[in-house]
C-alpha cells in the first residue's frame, strides 16, 4: 500500500514538474495609436466617425489570443463625414440621452469571456459589452498580427437602451428611419 502511495505521489510530481504554469502574457493597447471607427446607417444614407480607446488590453497564452478587456471613452463620440454647423448638431445628439447618453453613461467596455481559434491569425471572440448601463454578449471576429489586432463589430443599439430612430420601436419614421444596427471597426496596436 505504501509502495502505491509513493509511486502515484512520485508520478504527481513529474507531472507537475513538466506542465507549465506560465501567467497569460498581458499586452497593454496604445490608445494613441489605436483606431475606432463607427459607421451608423438609415434609410437616406449613412453618418460615419471616431470613438477614442480609453484603456485596453489583451491576453496571450504564447502567440495565442485568450482574452482582453478594453474601455471607451463615450465622451469622444463624433462625426468624420460632416463639418460645421452639422457635424456639431450630430455630435450633440449622439452624446445626448436620445443615443448614448454621455453625460450618465461616459464609457462603455468590452470583456472578453471566450476566444476559439478560427485560423492561424483568426479568432472568434465573445465578450461582454456595456454600453449605456446596458451589457450583452457579442460575438465577432478578430485578426491578429505581430503587435495589431483588427475586428469589425456589428452591434444593435436597441439592446442597449439606444432607441432613437427605430422602426423596431416607432411607427411612420418614413425616410426618418435609422436602422438598428451599426459598424465599429476596431484597428488596435499593443
Known amino acids: 500500500m505504501k509502495n502505491k502511495i509513493l509511486k502515484s505521489v512520485t508520478i504527481f510530481a513529474v507531472v507537475l514538474g513538466t506542465s507549465s504554469f506560465t501567467e497569460p502574457d498581458t499586452k497593454k493597447v496604445d490608445t494613441e495609436k489605436s483606431e475606432i471607427t463607427w459607421k451608423g446607417y438609415k434609410v437616406t444614407g449613412s453618418h460615419e466617425g471616431t470613438i477614442a480607446l480609453e484603456s485596453g488590453e489583451l491576453k496571450f497564452d504564447g502567440d495565442k489570443l485568450i482574452g482582453g478587456e478594453f474601455a471607451v471613452d463615450m465622451t469622444t463620440i463624433g462625426a468624420t463625414d460632416l463639418s460645421g454647423e452639422y457635424k456639431t448638431k450630430l455630435d450633440g445628439h449622439l452624446k445626448s440621452n436620445d443615443f448614448f447618453g454621455v453625460e450618465n453613461h461616459p464609457t462603455a467596455t468590452l ?80
Open 111 to 190: 470583456v472578453i469571456t471566450k476566444v476559439n481559434p478560427t485560423g492561424k491569425n483568426s479568432y472568434e471572440v465573445t465578450g461582454d459589452l456595456a454600453i449605456k448601463g446596458k451589457t450583452n454578449p457579442i460575438t465577432f471576429e478578430m485578426s491578429v498580427y505581430g503587435s495589431k489586432a483588427t475586428a469589425n463589430l456589428k452591434i444593435d443599439r436597441t439592446k442597449y437602451d439606444v432607441r432613437y430612430g427605430s422602426g423596431s420601436f416607432f411607427d411612420n419614421l418614413g425616410d426618418k428611419t435609422i436602422y438598428d444596427e451599426f459598424d465599429l471597426v476596431v484597428d488596435l496596436v499593443f
